[in-house]
């Protein structure tokens, strides 16, 4: 199982990654983007379930921005 600890890592690069994720999916709301620290794997979910995307397209989406 892959974890999303590098690109959720360090506030900077976060603050990017959530600004290019709300970029790329307009139906994001700041809201889920709220999740308790050390809790990437509800992240991950809360897209799977708004964008329809399996776990391994939500981790390469992230990864690619």
Do not use: C, V
């Amino acid at each position: 199982q892959k974890t999303m600890e590098k690109p959720l890592g360090s506030s900077k690069n976060w603050r990017e990654t959530k600004g290019k994720l709300k970029n790329k999916f307009a139906k994001l709301t700041d809201k889920d983007f709220s999740f308790p620290d050390g809790k990437n794997n509800d992240f991950i979910q809360k897209l799977q379930l708004k964008l329809g995307k399996t776990e391994e397209e939500i981790t390469k989406i992230i990864a690619e921005l």
